[in-house]
């Protein structure tokens, strides 16, 4: 990989056994990479990066102006999220093991007196864990059956740059776990597209029509889960 400078703005270009030119712009801070066949010369490069300028532009416009949410210090009354749902965080005090109940606007958490804002997100992301992982066994039978493919294994993880990630020798999806404050159908997309990549690992021509031909609405879903408000630590796809 190497960067070219267009308009100020840099650029990173990887090299691919591809057909065509692809440029994205990635949130959360509109990074912009052109992946590129490997026979086209670098000119030729620079001047389709050019010729996108304003829509580069305007694109890394929308991510930055971006709402984000400040830091979660998991304090009485602050707002967090379960599948796109907003609730406030309510702190009771006791002397047993920590647990967590959802209530209709309100999440409870239960911890020992001066438990620390650290010890209160391992908690919370535990939770998060749990939840998560009660969802995704349906939702992947649903899409495996529609698809046609199986995968071997899942898992769940906290991932800073990915909200899912297919390791397509192994058979094995990785779900980011902030998916959990999603709503369920971003989940699902993101289901879909590590799916898909067991029919075709590039995300090329091909896989964009298969994700045409399974989800018709794929990029709905996926400009919905990237116009959520961002976290302050952020994640991208």
Not at 189 to 212: A, P
Request: hydrophobic fraction near 40%.
């Amino acid at each position: 990989m190497y960067t070219i400078e267009v308009g100020n703005i840099t650029i990173d270009v990887i090299r691919k056994k591809i057909k065509n030119l692809h440029l994205g712009v990635h949130p959360p801070e509109g990074r912009v990479r052109i992946a590129s066949p490997l026979w086209v010369k670098d000119d030729a490069i620079h001047m389709f990066a050019i010729s996108k300028l304003p829509w580069i532009k305007r694109q890394r416009r929308k991510f930055i102006g971006q709402e984000r949410e400040t830091e979660r210090e998991f304090l009485f009354r602050e707002s967090h999220y379960l599948w796109g749902k907003r609730y406030l965080l309510n702190i009771i005090e006791h002397e047993s093991p920590p647990k967590i109940i959802l209530n209709k606007d309100s999440i409870d958490l239960y911890v020992r007196k001066d438990t620390p804002p650290e010890r209160r997100r391992i908690i919370m992301n535990e939770w998060y864990r749990k939840e998560i992982k009660k969802v995704i066994p349906e939702l992947l039978d649903k899409w495996e059956k529609i698809i046609g493919v199986s995968a071997s294994d899942w898992r769940v993880k906290l991932m800073k740059t990915r909200w899912g990630t297919c390791n397509i020798g192994a058979k094995r999806i990785w779900f980011n776990l902030e998916l959990a404050k999603k709503p369920v159908v971003c989940l699902e997309y993101i289901i879909v597209h590590e799916l898909v990549h067991l029919l075709e690992r590039r995300h090329n021509e091909n896989f964009l029509r298969l994700m045409e031909q399974f989800m018709p609405q794929w990029r709905k879903y996926k400009e919905e889960l990237n116009r959520l408000p961002a976290s302050y630590a952020q994640w991208e796809y």
